[in-house]
Nanobody
Framework: VQLQASGGGLVQAGDSLRLSCAAS????????MGWFRQAPGKEREFVAA????????YYADSVKGRFTISRDNAKNTMYLEMNSLKPEDTAVYSC??????????????????WGQGTEVTVSS
């Protein structure tokens, strides 16, 4: 599975961005998918995850109410709608696929495939 994240950019605080994660190589429609981010000098942190159907979604407390994760299995693509962006959201955002879900959607170590990341910079 290859993952390609896109949609990042430089925005001002309060603006919105929509990230996309396109999968290729095989269908990911039956797998949990997630978004993680890593700010300069910090560890990678969980942002959001979504189950195969899109019915179950999970968010980090820091983005709850501002970010929305979704997926389109027909397009083999996952999205992250980010609203009311804050400077502390600045990071490289990566998408990932958990092929063998064990319940730890929030842990990077539980994911099997990773995209290269897209950079989001929020200015104050």
């Amino acid at each position: 599975v290859q993952l390609q994240a896109s949609g990042g950019g430089l925005v001002q605080a309060g603006d919105s961005l929509r990230l996309s994660c396109a999968a290729s190589g095989r269908t990911v429609s039956s797998y949990v998918m997630g978004w993680f981010r890593q700010a300069p000098g910090k560890e990678r942190e969980f942002v959001a995850a979504i189950n195969w159907s899109g019915y179950s979604v999970y968010y980090a407390d820091s983005v709850k109410g501002r970010f929305t994760i979704s997926r389109d299995n027909a397009k083999n693509t996952m999205y992250l709608e980010m609203n009311s962006l804050k400077p502390e959201d600045t990071a490289v955002y990566s998408c990932a696929v958990d092929k063998f879900y064990t319940g730890t959607y929030y842990s990077p170590s539980g994911y099997d495939y990773w995209g290269q990341g897209t950079e989001v910079t929020v200015s104050s």
